[in-house]
């Protein structure tokens, strides 16, 4: 299964909102998983099953799904959140990554 | 609290092998099935495989079977992983991460714990 993520790279400022969104050649229901990477750091979950956030990432980060199009939206931009982001489907093997998206600061 | 610590940098010649540890800990060790992900620089993500700690079990992305292979050591809770017949495109930092959550059938998971890679340069 392909993930297609766009943009491939965003430049935005402090206090935007952003939306990345990744797209499933096929259909994988909501298996769906976002990583934050910062450079030079090992992959961080944000959310799982497309829209669940997981335990302890702020509440500005939030995941969607409509179809096989998958939505994550960062609702007021941190300077701690400038970084890649890659979407992960876990709904059949092999396990596979977008490409990534990065964010920098405009 | 759970943590996945990784072996430190190798450098290897082509055609040899690697071996890369992830020690575990803060959790039941057979409870979770280990990922192993790799980066190669400036590139994206490329799931490798799993490994079931609990019976050995494992399951390798069909680019590396064959020169792969996963294991244990119940002993100190560390999962490994061997690369061999390396060439230079296998120059990457390769990543452990644990699956989000305990049942024995979540191999096809997602990743809530990922230790801090590890770096492999192949180089002549």
Known sequence: IQLTQSPSSLSASIGDRVTITCRASQGISSALAWYQQISGRAPKLLIYDASRLESGVPSRFSGSRSGTDFTLTISSLQPEDFATYYCQQFNSYPITFGQGTRLDIK | QVQLVQSGAEAKRPGASVKVSCKTSGYTFTGYYIHWVRQAPGQGLEWMGWFNPKNIGTKYAQKFQGRVTMS???????????????????????????????????????????GKGTTVTVSS
């Open chain 2, 72 to 114: 244990r050591d119940m002993s100190t809770s560390t999962v490994s992983m061997e690369l061999s017949r390396l060439r230079s495109d296998d120059t990457a930092v390769y990543y452990c991460a644990r699956v989000g959550c305990s049942s024995s059938s979540c191999h096809l998971y997602y990743m809530d714990v990922w």
